[in-house]
């Protein structure tokens, strides 16, 4: 998994539309409509896995663009543009969830599960998406950032606002309710 | 626990899909929110950077000022900032209020006219603090000002660890 996610990486930063992304931080709104186009079903999944709620996730997503719309005048190419996206969203779903935090503790936390969670995706395993989705928030969102999207400890860590140690706890520990929920041997 | 040889917890996880689609267009709902709220000027993201700037200048002139009063530098065994991963963790809330306390003793130590100093620069430190705290609540999503804020709360506490270092009794120096 790990060579996967150095290459999806690499990937990532061939794939950046420098120009675009200059002419959005210079204000222009069609360019950065075509940076939404770009990231958003990738922010989408990012929200969607994090809250594991469909409407939640679509309002988050709308509001880590026009976040990111406010701040990225200040963007100046020390990170990814999508990993200075990435960070927003993270930021947009925890300050959602503290706000919001009675409405979901009363709420069912897999009713917004997708039905079918990925229409590119082909088949992906729904026990999995399920397992995930009930696994308790912090353990979640460190096996969301650093086991499904590739962060590093550091920037999962620094994101959620814990420490780099509990963050690597958390995934040990989402990856163990994983395997047993799965009922697969987990080294 | 029954094991399935072929089906690996990671060779799942790789498989997910990193992408979806939305149910509902999200772009009209985010251009009129963009076109109703300006993005926030250079200018005044200037501004505020300017104010953590002078806050980092204030702390290194303090800095400056205390070598060059020659007291002599001490080891000391103190918890290194980088230990804390949040300036709202409770262990750096814990640390900086110890060393605040011993600073506001140790202060008193000193010369009036470097007393005045050091309490110029943490205030300038404590202006760009609020600064920068005022413009998080026009913009709470903004992880630039939020970083830019913790580097306050480290600029207060390294000021303090250098007083309270340049201040040290003689006999507990190694």
């Known amino acids: ?187 | 626990m029954m094991e399935r040889p072929h089906n690996s917890l990671d060779r799942l996880l790789d498989e997910l899909p990193r992408e979806a689609t939305p149910q509902r267009n999200l772009w009209p709902g985010i251009a009129a929110a963009i076109g109703n709220k300006p993005r926030r000027s250079r200018s005044w993201f200037m501004a505020v950077a300017s104010a953590a700037a002078a806050a980092c200048l204030a702390t290194l002139f303090t800095w400056a000022f205390l070598q060059r009063n020659s007291v002599p530098r001490v080891i000391q065994a103190a918890t290194a900032q980088g230990a804390f991963d949040e300036p709202r963790d409770p262990k750096f809330v814990l640390a900086r209020n110890s060393l605040e306390k011993t600073y506001t003793e140790r202060l008193a130590l000193l010369k009036p006219e470097t007393r005045a100093k050091i309490q110029a620069s943490l205030a300038e430190i404590r202006k760009a603090h609020e600064d920068i705290r005022q413009a998080l609540i026009a913009d709470p999503q903004s992880v630039a000002l939020e970083q830019m804020l913790q580097s306050t709360w480290h600029d207060e506490f390294d000021l303090y660890e250098s007083v309270v270092q340049a201040t040290q009794p003689p006999l507990s120096r190694i």
């Open chain 1, 1 to 187: 998994m790990i060579h996967g996610q150095i290459r999806s990486f690499d990937a990532q930063a061939s794939d950046e539309p420098t120009a675009t992304i200059s002419a959005a931080v210079n204000g222009n709104v069609a360019a950065f409509e075509r940076l939404y186009r770009q990231y958003a079903p990738r922010i989408y999944g990012l929200c969607l896995r994090l809250t594991g709620q469909r409407e939640a996730a679509e309002d988050c997503t709308q509001e880590a663009f026009v976040a990111a719309w406010r701040a990225i005048g200040g963007f100046e190419r020390r990170s990814l543009f999508s990993s200075w996206l990435h960070r927003i969203a993270v930021h947009t779903v925890l300050s959602r969830r503290r706000g919001l935090r009675n409405q979901y503790e009363v709420a069912e936390p897999k009713s917004g599960l997708p039905d079918h969670p990925d229409p590119a995706g082909g088949a992906p395993p729904l026990d999995l998406e399920k397992a995930i989705a009930a696994l308790p928030d912090g353990a979640r969102h460190v096996l969301v950032l650093v086991g499904i999207y590739g962060h590093s400890h550091a920037d999962a860590a620094a994101s959620l606002g814990i420490a780099e140690g509990t963050c690597k706890a958390q995934l040990h520990r989402a990856r163990q309710l994983l395997a047993a929920s799965l009922q697969l041997e987990e080294s």
